[in-house]
């Protein structure tokens, strides 16, 4: 189901540029939209990973680089990964003080994890077990690839809609700047950004919760977790791209109006009830 899922956001991705290059620039647009719809789909799915973790910020975590940090995580993460069959990703930090995190990658071979600083901070070990194992539960379950392809094309969609702000279309008659296709672009894309970051299945959250709470040995730990940065993302805001607030294992509170059009997690609340309910039995 994913690798349909990645398919059909590429294709989309290749459908849009098409259009978009056509209305911006007749047939010449189209086929500098076809190059760009070959680039971003090879761009998409081998640096995709890449992308996330610039656009966040986040800092290499290894043996070597913020050792402090690597041995506080690398612990848990190797043995959830035994646990779970599941080779060692790439762990990262992300300088932020909002407790939150994210996976991504391709495939469980080329994955990584990112932390924030406040996450560190604010949990405990058994809550960060949690949190970590609900990230490698999206990488057992294959859920990466798909957002972090899904992130790529959301910023490429929202920057063309910029671009068109600023330059416009063009009329065929003429080839003069056409204002209104530019202004009909601008409101058009977010919103097809926000349709792709819909498709993102909700379930998957529930798939990785379940997953963190199977190979823990108990939803406990992700139960305050998930508790705790439910309270602490709302009181200390994140500075996150709309297009990528969808990786992580809660909703960024950045106060951004566009960001409700990204949203694709379910309630908290909700989230809580199911682990409660798989504890219980």
Same mark, same amino acid.
């Given at each position: 189901?994913?690798?349909?899922?990645?398919?059909?956001?590429?294709?989309?991705?290749?459908?849009?540029?098409?259009?978009?290059?056509? $209305?911006?620039?007749?047939?010449?647009?189209?086929? %500098?939209?076809?190059?760009? *719809?070959?680039? %971003?789909?090879?761009?998409?799915?081998?640096?995709s990973e890449k992308m996330a973790l610039m656009s966040s910020g986040a800092v290499r975590v290894s043996e070597t680089e913020n050792q402090e940090i690597y041995w506080r995580i690398a612990p848990t993460v190797k043995s959830l990964c035994e646990?779970?069959?599941?080779?060692?990703?790439?762990?990262? =930090?992300?300088?932020?003080? *909002?407790?939150n995190a994210f996976a991504?990658?391709?495939?469980?071979?080329?994955?990584? =994890? *990112?932390?924030? /600083?406040g996450l560190l901070r604010l949990m405990d070990d058994?809550?960060?077990?949690? =949190?970590?194992a609900h990230e490698l539960g999206h990488i057992r379950n294959r859920d990466i690839l798909v957002s972090s392809i899904a992130a790529t094309i959301g910023a490429a969609i929202t920057y063309a809609a910029y671009? /068109?702000?600023?330059?416009?279309?063009?009329?065929?008659?003429?080839?003069?700047?056409?204002?209104?296709?530019?202004?009909?672009m601008?409101?058009?894309?977010?919103? $097809?950004?926000?349709?792709i970051q819909m498709a993102i299945s909700r379930t998957r959250e529930y798939g990785a919760d379940a997953a963190a709470a199977k190979f823990t040995g108990s939803p406990r730990g992700l139960i305050s977790a998930l508790g705790k940065l439910e309270s602490?993302?709302?009181r200390i805001p994140m500075d996150v791209n709309p297009s990528m607030s969808h990786m992580y294992i809660i909703k960024p509170f950045s106060g951004q109006s566009m960001a409700r059009l990204f949203?694709?997690?379910?309630?908290?609340?909700?989230?809580i009830a199911r682990l409660e309910a798989l504890g219980a039995q």
């Open positions: 189901m994913n690798s349909l899922k990645t398919v059909l956001l590429l294709g989309l991705l290749s459908g849009l540029l098409l259009v978009g290059g056509h $209305a911006l620039g007749g047939q010449r647009g189209m086929t %500098m939209g076809l190059i760009l *719809a070959v680039g %971003m789909n090879f761009f998409s799915y081998f640096f646990r779970m069959g599941l080779p060692m990703p790439r762990l990262w =930090v992300i300088p932020e003080d *909002a407790p991504t990658g391709r495939n469980p071979g080329h994955s990584s =994890v *990112a932390v924030t /600083a058994r809550e960060l077990e949690g =949190v970590i671009m /068109a702000m600023f330059f416009g279309g063009r009329r065929d008659d003429d080839d003069a700047p056409n204002p209104l296709v530019g202004l009909l601008m409101i058009l894309a977010p919103l $097809a950004a926000g349709l602490w993302s709302r949203s694709t997690h379910p309630a908290t609340e909700e989230r």
